[in-house]
């Protein structure tokens, strides 16, 4: 059976179901989810991970990072097929023990075919690293924007959850009480306002990996890209209406209700909550960047090799170029990093980095 028919089954049997539910089945149900079983998977949106430029800098980065915590482990969750572990590895030594958490049992298969001549990777469930330890890195690369997430609206009453009813042959929306306390505990912790009418997501999951991440770390660094805002810009009157977006072959749509099971659907990640969560698990922020000033500040005498084309550079660095780059580290004083070097000074990034380029000069290491 397809996702249409396996969802609207189960809301069938036990009525609407929350938004998030609906974004779980459609994406990851084991035999009719986008990520099981579509074949063309690639065609419908480009990561950074096929361009060698972004590797090169992902690479000096991670070479960066476990020097500074004299780690050996890297932790890659959501490595999709492993394109850029397979890029990153053969940039860095044989001695890494490279850990994969990978959801989708396809996008795992293919990754371990591709990896399979690399002594130091392994892979394993969610399950098998609670109460482990590292010193190393925690990364991700457009893993929380794939995460499925709550919908709220701001009504004149409170908040209120979007759930998904099936009738007369459609997926609707229907609005209700939220499911969760959760809910109206995130803008409290974040301390967000919603304006009436607001439409947001809430990735309580987000909220519970970068708490797990850093319970991970012993000594280290979650390291983060992902495309996304803090709360000053998702919050806004040009977002209103949230930020789902599906892709299918290349190209997007707002409608989550369409091609269900066929279409990627992404929500755009909260940094702020990153970084907030993140504190209570002993996370303190190194600093948030973008793809471009990443790209720059890693810029090295390999990576000449590694630009494709300009096509290409172009399509990463400016195409991509507002992604962001969210460092936090824990065990680590103050670590001053090299992808870092160069982020932009202005506005919120103020509050996110170092201040300023100078004074990083005078760190303590
Ligand atoms: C948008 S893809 C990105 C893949 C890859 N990182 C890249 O850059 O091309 C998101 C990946 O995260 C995986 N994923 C989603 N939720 C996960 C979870 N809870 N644990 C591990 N992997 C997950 C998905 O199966 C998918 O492969």
Known sequence: MNAKGIISGIIKNKGPIT??????????HPEAGYYSKKEVFEEDYITSSRFDIFANGVSVAFSDMLEKCNGDTIIEFGAGDGRLAEKVLKRLSDDINYIIVERSEKMRNRARARLKN????????????????????????????????NVVVRGKNGLEEVYVDWMGGKFVEVLKEPSTPDLEEYFKKLDVELEPGCRAEVNLDAVKYIQLFGDLIEKGF???????????ELYTPERMDGTIVCYYNNAYDFDPFVKVGEQDITSHVN??????????AGLDLTGLTNHLY?????????????????????????????????IQ????????????????????????????????EFLEE
């Open 19 to 28: 938004f998030k539910e609906f974004m779980d089945s459609a994406l990851y």
């Open 118 to 149: 690399f002594r130091g990777v392994s892979f394993v469930d969610e399950a098998d690293l609670l109460g482990s330890k590292i010193n190393g890195i925690v990364f991700t690369n457009e893993f929380f924007d794939a995460l499925p997430v």
């Open 222 to 232: 979650v390291f983060t890209i992902d495309y996304g805002f803090p709360s000053e």
């Open 271 to 280: 940094f702020s909550a990153l970084v907030e969560y993140g504190t209570l």
């Open 294 to 326: 990443f790209l720059m500040s890693t810029l090295n005498e390999h990576a000449v090799e590694d630009f494709e084309s300009a096509e290409d550079f172009k399509f990463i660095a400016f195409r991509m170029g507002t992604y962001k780059v969210l």
């Open 329 to 360: 580290h824990k065990g680590i004083k103050r670590p001053h990093l090299r992808c870092l070097q160069m982020t932009p000074s202005f506005g919120y990034w103020n509050r996110y980095n170092y201040q300023g380029q100078l004074e990083m």
